[in-house]
């Protein structure tokens, strides 16, 4: 059992949406479940907060690339060590790689240095 796991309806209580909307997270890809019918709620506060962060750009970023913009707003856009093999961690549990995380972090760096 993971303790950052939590159902659609979970999800869309804590943070104000509708189940069918995480729903479509999951669907868009957006949001990758991490067990049956659950998904990790840090995952989706930093997808998140990095959709309101690229509201203004023309491109809307990639998933990878909008969750680093999420989570760099929690490291005032500084992460030191520590933050980046924890973001690390956060993609491992979610079925993807460490390096797609860094590679993540690299482009989001890059958008809020604009």
Known sequence: MNDFAMTALELAKMFGLTPRRIGQYRDDQLLPTVERGKFDVAWLLNLRVGEKRASNLRKRPDRDTLMALGWLSGT???PSE???AAFGRL???NGLTRDAALLAVGRALQLVAR
Do not use: A, S
Request: no cysteine; proline share 0%; aromatic share 12%.
């Open 82 to 84: 520590d933050d980046l």
């Open 76 to 78: 005032n856009d500084n």
């Open 91 to 93: 993609f491992e549990r």
